[in-house]
């Protein structure tokens, strides 16, 4: 079934289905409204069963930010606050962060509202970012910093991080002796568990995994989700593929994007529909997290949680785990070939690409093209149907959310993003794009 021909079933099939317009895929409201959480947190064990891991961690890459006066941003400190006493108190305890997180400021928030707990009550996971500067004496400072925030005597879980493959694994831990002062750590208790997050080509992943008989990972974090499993893009390696070389080793799986940037929340109409159609009662999101956690390998699916309503609805899904049928995972491999058929932008909205030195909103940018192809309202050609509506609507929102000076057509390709995305898109090629998009609706020469 072709695109044309999927939508027009899709639409036909569920034309009585009215979709609430939300953000990510969840229900909106706040959670003193909503039903309360139905069953006990679903756990599992890490790789010597010492640890019992919520399997819902917190992502803690995409909490609200404030501007202040000085147009400075910071955390907003007390919703992550309140955003981790509800988690916690709902059996989440599992907390991803890094050094480099939201300008730097991840691991001092979480730590600000995880050190009002007990600290045998969480893990915590965080990485060595050595990202621009591999050198030991640097790797160290980042490294002794991180327990120096969150005042704690060993890391739960501590990742080599975003490993791409042997050259950036050899410079980034190997040549410095970086991965020596780690295992020693690891033999000391310092770190509990070592492993690693990656993002790269097969070959890259082939040589880490190998590394296991040498080294012993103790977990492996890598992208996941329905669309990735078997059409993963550009030069992402199928989480098939990677899921099934890390389960043969026994290595606990831990999962990013779960939702590909918030994609799998905010479908296509079409895909959300037949979703709907299958369990009115629960948000399109749900599909993405049950589908990850009825893999037994997994240890802990993370998710950037920043509203009360996504928190919410994830411990519903993942409270009392109802794993998917042979029956509904092939219903997503049938969505999943036709999510890839509409032209969307791979963007997970991680931000690494940012800040651009000429101050593109690169994220902003592309999401907001994506949500004009998931809401179908694209104006494609002067002859479309409604195109004026479509075209001015679409120039109108598009100004509205990106101002003039962060737009596409400020870009100079100076190609400094590229190396930064995890999901090798050509950045510029497609702000080019976009831009060319856009003079083109202006102009009407679509």
Known sequence: MDRRDFIKASAASAAAIGLASCTDGHKEGTVKQQTEIEGEMTYRPNTDGSDSVSLLGYGCMRW?????????????????????????????NYFDTSPVYLQGQSEQAAATALLRHPRDSYYIATKMSNFSNAGKEASLRMYHRSFEIFQTDHMDYYLLHSVSGEADFKRRFFDNGILDFLLEERRKGRIRNLGLSFHGPVEGFDYLVSLHDKYHWDFVQIQMNYVDWNHATGRNVNASYLYSELDKRGIPVVIMEPLLGGQLGNLPTPVARRLKEMEPSKSVAS?????????????????????????????????????????????????????????????????????????????????????????????????????????????????????????????????QCISHCPQRIRIPGELARIDNYIEKLKQETL
């Open 287 to 415: 599909w993405a997290f049950r589908f990850c956690g009825t893999f037994p390998r997994v240890m802990t699916i993370l998710s950037g949680m920043v509203y009360y309503e996504h928190l919410h609805d994830n411990l519903m899904n993942l409270s009392g785990l109802k794993p998917l049928t042979g029956q509904e995972l092939a219903t997503l491999e049938e969505l999943a070939v036709a999510i890839r058929q509409f032209p969307l932008i791979p963007c997970t909205s991680c931000n690494y690409c940012m800040p651009c030195p000429y101050g593109i909103d690169i994220p902003g940018i592309f999401n907001h093209y994506n949500a004009a192809v998931n809401d179908g309202a694209l104006p494609e050609s002067s002859a479309q149907k409604d195109f004026k509506r479509l075209k001015r609507k679409y120039l109108t929102s598009y100004d509205k959310a990106i101002e003039s000076a962060r737009q596409a057509d400020h870009c100079i390709s100076c190609r």
């Open 64 to 92: 609200k930010m404030k501007t202040l006066e000085d147009g400075s941003q910071v955390v907003d400190q007390d919703n992550v606050n309140e955003l981790v006493d509800y988690a916690i108190a709902h059996g989440v």
